[in-house]
T-cell receptor, first 117, second 110 residues
Framework: NAGVTQTPKFQVLKTGQSMTLQCAQD?????MSWYRQDPGMGLRLIHY???????DQGEVPNGYNVSRSTTEDFPLRLLSAAPSQTSVYFC????????????????FGAGSRLTVL | SQQGEEDPQALSIQEGENATMNCSYK?????LQWYRQNSGRGLVHLIL?????REKHSGRLRVTLDTSKKSSSLLITASRAADTASYFC??????????FGSGTRLLVRP
């Protein structure tokens, strides 16, 4: 049982390049989400999905696209990378209602460190 | 803007002492959770407290919630060097979005 798997672990991009951060989970979780973590800022929600074919914006969605064609995968796309997108990105998933009363208890991946030059 | 703010931002204690960190949030919540992050790793769920609960225990962890003050505290008793990590509170409303605070960095000195 691998849990939440993120690839790549490290990536360096030049400004204007595009790339996709991959996230896959093998727990049949309905809910998946992407966060970015910057020093002193904690984690900020980028996009999330409550099931295949359904996505929505979080706190900081600009510059990022997502899609959810399967329950298992939730890729995050940077269409034109900017230095402000240098960060550590975390994918997290959950079985909705896992904690009871609609609680959303997340399982996190190990993170992807992105540097944009 | 972020929902939760932790206080203090950093905390250094001696092994065996208790560690208390606080979280304040801005809007009504369904649940509040605490997560732990070891350096260079993803976050790990520690404990959840529902909006209708005031206190919860799990091993050496004690969480309180005061919805009138929109605040929560996490107490780690008899701390160990292995408790050194960053601790985050996270809140959710009925939308399932989980919003995190900025975290408290805890250092437990042997």
């Amino acid at each position: 049982n691998a849990g939440v798997t993120q690839t790549p672990k490290f990536q360096v991009l030049k400004t204007g390049q595009s790339m996709t951060l991959q996230c896959a989970q093998d727990m049949n979780h309905e809910y998946m989400s992407w966060y970015r973590q910057d020093p002193g800022m904690g984690l900020r929600l980028i996009h999330y999905s409550v099931g295949a074919g359904i996505t929505d914006q979080g706190e900081v969605p600009n510059g990022y696209n997502v899609s959810r064609s399967t329950t298992e995968d939730f890729p995050l796309r940077l269409l034109s990378a900017a230095p402000s997108q240098t960060s550590v990105y975390f994918c997290a998933s959950s079985y909705l209602g896992q904690g009871g009363s609609g609680a959303n208890v997340l399982t996190f991946g190990a993170g992807s460190r992105l540097t944009v030059l | 803007s972020q929902q939760g703010e932790e206080d203090p931002q950093a905390l250094s204690i001696q092994e065996g002492e208790n560690a208390t960190m606080n979280c304040s949030y801005k809007t009504s919540i369904n649940n509040l959770q605490w997560y732990r992050q070891n350096s260079g790793r993803g976050l790990v769920h520690l404990i959840l407290i529902r909006s209708n609960e005031r206190e919860k225990h799990s091993g050496r962890l004690r969480v309180t919630l005061d919805t009138s003050k929109k605040s929560s505290s996490l107490l780690i008793t008899a701390s160990r060097a292995a408790d050194t990590a960053s601790y985050f509170c996270a809140t959710d409303d009925s939308s399932y979005k989980l919003i995190f605070g900025s975290g408290t960095r805890l250092l437990v000195r042997p």
